[in-house]
């Protein structure tokens, strides 16, 4: 059974974090996704919402044989992972520049817990631009998101827009 944690702000969901789990349910009988609980940053979504709109994307993909649960974290992922019984961390490298940071905190995450390995995937290249931060700027100036986020994940944007 191999177990892999696939952390992040998930603030929203794209079709980019999508299709890096496609990939991974390639590899692993288990992912769990994994949005990390941060009380420094004042996301678009809450956990619930993020939590909520994941649980429902996850059934549009090809998950082939493998498991996928969504969860949260507060501290380090590696003490996180260790508590899943996790063997990997899963990290989408969109292009050279995402690597010095992810190289770093995979190095930093391998020091603190030795046992866990960092897995690099590449998406398709049609998403090697898209980011939750760009999503949410596009979307706030009016863009099309169309491709860029699930069906489901833009309309959640536009009702919370209303709400405010
Ligand atoms: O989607 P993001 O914001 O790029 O994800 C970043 C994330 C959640 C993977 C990273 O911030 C993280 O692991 N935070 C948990 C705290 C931690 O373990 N810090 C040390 C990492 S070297």
New binding site residues.
Partial sequence: MRRAIY????DPVTNGHLDIIERGCKLFDEIIISI?VNPDKRPFFSIEERRDMLDNVLKTIEQRNCLLRVDDFE????HYALAQEAHAIV?GIRAISDYEYEL??AL??RRLEPSIETVFMMPAETYSYVS?RLVKEVFQLGGELKGLVPPLVEERMKQKVKES
């Fill in positions: 952390p992040g702000s998930f990390l501290g380090l992922l590696v990290r770093q905190m930093m995450n939750s």
